[in-house]
T-cell receptor, first 115, second 113 residues
Framework: ETGVTQSPTHLIKTRGQQVTLRCSSQ?????VSWYQQALGQGPQFIFQ???????GRGNFPPRFSGLQFPNYSSELNVNALELDDSALYLC??????????????FGEGSRLTVL | AQSVTQLGSHVSVSEGALVLLRCNYS??????LFWYVQYPNQGLQLLLK??????LVKGINGFEAEFKKSETSFHLTKPSAHMSDAAEYFC???????????FGTGTRLQVTL
């Protein structure tokens, strides 16, 4: 069973630039969520995708956007980067059946530094 | 809105000692509660969860947690700490959609010889 994989693992951008982060969900999982984890903080929910549709969004501005593809992989796009966007971005996939309600399977994250 | 509060950002125990990491929740509806662990430079891994039924839940690596509604708590315990338990631990609660977890700020567990 292949786990959740994310790319790139590290990247550095400058203010105002745009970034795309990618995530391949675990085999058999059709739901993908994205979280932002600032240094020393718990993960904060950005949004969730289920069957290619956004299915819930946290308190993040519209410059944070996403996509989910037919194979359930996903992208997180952030436009007009700000210094406060520097964080670890975590992708998590989850099954929607089998009694595993609320269980998330996380990737190792993409660490974004904005200069 | 639902939330969790983790008491103590850092906890240090000796190897072999009891581990107790505290989590209190706030919820207007019956909560689903989780503990996740994060090792350095890694993503989060589910330790255990409480949904319904038995209030004492057992997880991986010898950890367990007890749901106490009267105290709105879900503390994580392990009878005997091991060096490999050193990590960041996050308590979380379901809020709204099935996969929208609200996390606490985390507790860093240090295990000393």
């Amino acid at each position: 069973e292949t786990g959740v994989t994310q790319s790139p693992t590290h990247l550095i951008k400058t203010r105002g630039q745009q970034v795309t982060l990618r995530c391949s969900s675990q085999s058999g999982h059709n739901t993908v969520s994205w979280y932002q984890q600032a240094l020393g903080q718990g993960p904060q929910f950005i949004f969730q995708y289920y069957r290619e549709e956004e299915n819930g969004r946290g308190n993040f501005p519209p410059r944070f956007s996403g996509l989910q593809f037919p194979n359930y992989s996903s992208e997180l796009n952030v436009n007009a980067l700000e210094l406060d966007d520097s964080a670890l971005y975590l992708c998590a996939s989850s099954p929607t059946s089998g009694g595993r309600f609320g269980e998330l399977f996380f990737g190792e994250g993409s660490r974004l530094t904005v200069l | 809105a639902q939330s969790v509060t983790q008491l103590g950002s850092h906890v240090s125990v000796s190897e072999g000692a009891l581990v107790l990491l505290r989590c209190n929740y706030s919820s207007s509806v019956p909560p689903y509660l989780f503990w996740y662990v994060q090792y350095p430079n890694q993503g989060l891994q589910l330790l255990l969860k409480y949904t319904t039924g038995a209030t004492l839940v057992k997880g991986i690596n010898g950890f367990e947690a007890e749901f106490k509604k009267s105290e709105t708590s879900f503390h994580l315990t392990k009878p005997s700490a091991h060096m490999s338990d050193a990590a960041e631990y996050f308590c979380a609660v379901i809020a709204g959609t099935a996969s929208k977890l609200t996390f606490g700020t985390g507790t860093r567990l240090q295990v000393t010889l």
